[in-house]
C-alpha cells in the first residue's frame, strides 16, 4: 500500500526574469522614438539614460551595446511613463506635450525637467505619480 506524501502548497516567492539585453535593445529603440515625440534633445536623451552624449549619439546611429542594469531600469521606467501617458490622455500628443507642461505636483517644474536630475529616482517619481494618477495597476 502506498503511503500519502504531503504535498507542498505554498507559493515559491516570486521572482522576476531579469529584462534580456534584447528586449533592452527594443527599450532603447522605442525611447528614441519617444524622445522624438517629446521634444528632447541628445543631450537630454543622454542624462536620462546616463550615458555620456558621445556614447548615446553611437547609439543612435548604430544601435545599443551592452546596457547595463541601470540602463535598463531607466528604459522600463521610461516606457511606464509612456504607458501611463497613453492611458491618461485619449490623444496621444497631449500625452507627449504633458511631459513638458509646469506641474503643480512638482512644484510648478515639468515632469522633463524632473527626470533630468539625472537619478533613477526622478524618473522613477515621475512614473510613481503618473501611475497614481492613472489608477495603479
Do not use: C
Amino acid at each position: 500500500m502506498a503511503m500519502l506524501q504531503p504535498i507542498e502548497t505554498v507559493p515559491a516567492p516570486f521572482r522576476p526574469e531579469p529584462v534580456t539585453q534584447e528586449e533592452g535593445g527594443a527599450m532603447f529603440r522605442a525611447a528614441l522614438n519617444l524622445f522624438g515625440k517629446w521634444g528632447v534633445t541628445d543631450e537630454q536623451a543622454a542624462v536620462l539614460t546616463d550615458m555620456p552624449v558621445r556614447s548615446f549619439r553611437r547609439w543612435k546611429a548604430e544601435g545599443p551595446g551592452r546596457i547595463s542594469r541601470d540602463g535598463l531600469a531607466r528604459l522600463s521606467n521610461l516606457m511606464g511613463i509612456h504607458k501611463a501617458l497613453r492611458i491618461i490622455f485619449q490623444e496621444p500628443q497631449r500625452g507627449y506635450d504633458w511631459i513638458k507642461a509646469p506641474n503643480a505636483a512638482f512644484e510648478g517644474a515639468n515632469a522633463l525637467k524632473v527626470m533630468l536630475g539625472g537619478e533613477l529616482t526622478d524618473i522613477m517619481r515621475v512614473r510613481r505619480y503618473l501611475d497614481a494618477e492613472r489608477g495603479g495597476w
